[in-house]
Nanobody, 122 residues
Framework: QVQVTESGGGLVQAGGSLRLSCAAS????????AGWFRQAPGKEREFVAA????????YYADSVKGRFNISRDTANNTVYLQTNSLKPEDAGIYFC???????????????WGQGTQVTVSS
C-alpha cells in the first residue's frame, strides 16, 4: 500500500508558476516511480509527467515540455512538479500517482492521490 498526497495547487495568472508537491508513504520502495496527470472539466485525465524511482529518467507530455519540470527528493519520498509559463489550458485537477515503473498511461499506476486544483486566469 502507498498513500499519496498532493499539495501546492491554487489560482495563478497566465504566465505564472506553481510548484506542486506529491508526498508518498508506505511501500515506496516497491512503488517508487511517480506520475502527474491532470483532468479538466469535461475532459479525460491526461498524462503530464513521470519520473523513475531513481530520478534518472523523466518523461513529459508534449504540451508541457520545456515549461514543466518533474523532480524528486528521494530521502523525503516527495515528488515535485514545477509548472512555469502557465496557460489557461493547463488548468484542472492535478493528480499524483505511484507505480513500479515511470509510464505515460494512467492504467499502469496503482495508487492515486485526491488531487490538487490548479486554476489559471487569463
Amino acid at each position: 500500500q502507498v498513500q499519496v498526497t498532493e499539495s501546492g495547487g491554487g489560482l495563478v495568472q497566465a504566465g505564472g508558476s506553481l510548484r506542486l508537491s506529491c508526498a508518498a508513504s508506505g511501500r515506496t520502495d516497491i512503488y517508487s516511480a511517480a506520475g502527474w496527470f491532470r483532468q479538466a472539466p469535461g475532459k479525460e485525465r491526461e498524462f503530464v509527467a513521470a519520473i523513475s524511482g531513481s530520478g534518472t529518467r523523466t518523461y513529459y507530455a508534449d504540451s508541457v515540455k520545456g515549461r514543466f519540470n518533474i523532480s524528486r527528493d528521494t530521502a523525503n519520498n516527495t515528488v515535485y512538479l514545477q509548472t512555469n509559463s502557465l496557460k489557461p489550458e493547463d488548468a484542472g485537477i492535478y493528480f499524483c500517482a505511484a507505480s513500479r515503473y515511470a509510464l505515460r498511461y494512467a492504467s499502469n499506476y496503482d495508487y492515486w492521490g485526491q488531487g490538487t486544483q490548479v486554476t489559471v486566469s487569463s
